[in-house]
């Protein structure tokens, strides 16, 4: 019987197999429609993602990504519905999609990285903004400044590593920035010497001291109490503290790290 109903319904629906099809692919082609506008909907995200970490990537001291154009040139008849029901324009059209999909999935991967770098960034600048020499070292009067000149002792034309504080012996010597005690001791025309490494290629020197309050190995941090300034060493012509700042060997000008809107008692350590 179920033969003969369906020899019969042949004969008197011939197109309903047809139609059924039909109907579904609709059906298909309206959710492949909705599917590809969120795709580009995604797509457009991405791209405003992207322009915001490149914001970000500056924010952190890093270099602009060089983006790959190819990346964000796609769209155009991708996003056309489908208007053809020839099977080989259809097939072309499968593969355009599959490449738009790739090149989003790839986006989001270079973009996760893209995050993960950035996060990484920010947060050894974090800890290197905590390291650097940031503050005036003790209270007093800067005297001799940075750079060549006559040396009041000597009685020749010398460098001058770091600037002088002239300052009352015993006065306290503060962290400018984080790191660890490296030398505690003894240096001929420095007299009492204490040396800071800070990483990232930088070191402080503070000389001519009258007592130190750290040992060599000790973690510090900005404004903690390190030492007092003195009046020792051959070359020291008064009570004063000489600050130096150097990077990878190299004395800088330590008034370039001293930040003059910042009281010294705003950070120090109570």
């Given at each position: 019987?179920?033969?003969?109903?369906?020899?019969?319904?042949?004969?008197?629906?011939?197109?309903?197999?047809?139609?059924?099809?039909?109907?579904?692919?609709?059906?298909?082609?309206?959710?492949?429609?909705?599917?590809?506008?969120?795709?580009?909907?995604?797509?457009?995200?991405?791209?405003?993602?992207?322009?915001?970490?490149?914001?970000?990537?500056?924010?952190?001291?890093?270099?602009?990504?060089?983006?790959?154009?190819?990346?964000?040139?796609?769209?155009?008849?991708?996003?056309?519905?489908?208007?053809?029901?020839?099977?080989?324009?259809?097939?072309?059209?499968?593969?355009?999609?599959?490449?738009?999909?790739?090149?989003?999935s790839l986006k989001v991967k270079l973009e996760k990285n893209n995050y993960e770098e950035i996060e990484s960034a920010i947060k050894?600048?974090?800890?290197?903004?905590?390291?650097?020499?940031?503050?005036?070292?003790?209270?007093?009067?800067?005297?001799?400044?940075?750079?060549?000149?006559?040396?009041?002792?000597?009685?020749?034309?010398?460098m001058h590593n770091g600037i002088d504080f002239i300052t009352d012996v015993g006065t306290k010597v503060y962290c400018p920035g984080?790191?660890?005690?490296?030398?505690?001791?003894?240096?001929?025309?420095?007299?009492?010497?204490?040396?800071?490494?800070?990483?990232?290629?930088?070191?402080?020197?503070?000389?001519?001291?009258?007592?130190?309050?750290?040992?060599?190995?000790?973690?510090?941090?900005?404004?903690?109490?390190?030492?007092n300034s003195g009046n020792s060493g051959k070359l020291s012509t008064g009570p004063h503290l000489h600050y130096e700042v150097r990077?990878?060997?190299?004395?800088?000008?330590?008034?370039?790290?001293?930040?003059?809107?910042?009281?010294?008692?705003?950070?120090?350590?109570?």
């Amino acid at each position: 019987m179920f033969g003969t109903f369906m020899v019969f319904n042949e004969f008197i629906n011939p197109d309903s197999e047809v139609k059924t099809l039909k109907k579904n692919n609709a059906l298909l082609k309206e959710k492949f429609d909705k599917l590809l506008q969120d795709y580009k909907q995604l797509d457009e995200r991405i791209i405003a993602i992207s322009n915001q970490s490149h914001d970000l990537r500056l924010k952190a001291n890093l270099e602009p990504l060089q983006t790959d154009q190819n990346l964000y040139g796609i769209g155009g008849s991708v996003f056309v519905p489908i208007k053809t029901s020839s099977v080989s324009k259809i097939y072309n059209y499968l593969e355009d999609v599959d490449a738009f999909v790739n090149k989003i999935s790839l986006k989001v991967k270079l973009e996760k990285n893209n995050y993960e770098e950035i996060e990484s960034a920010i947060k050894d600048n974090e800890k290197m903004y905590d390291a650097l020499p940031a503050i005036k070292p003790c209270v007093g009067t800067q005297a001799d400044d940075f750079g060549m000149r006559f040396h009041p002792i000597l009685k020749i034309l010398r460098m001058h590593n770091g600037i002088d504080f002239i300052t009352d012996v015993g006065t306290k010597v503060y962290c400018p920035g984080g790191g660890t005690i490296d030398f505690v001791g003894w240096r001929s025309g420095y007299g009492l010497t204490l040396e800071i490494e800070h990483g990232y290629g930088y070191r402080t020197i503070y000389a001519h001291l009258d007592g130190i309050n750290v040992k060599k190995g000790q973690k510090v941090k900005r404004g903690d109490l390190i030492a007092n300034s003195g009046n020792s060493g051959k070359l020291s012509t008064g009570p004063h503290l000489h600050y130096e700042v150097r990077h990878n060997g190299i004395a800088l000008d330590p008034r370039n790290f001293i930040y003059d809107d910042v009281n010294i008692f705003e950070v120090v350590k109570k």
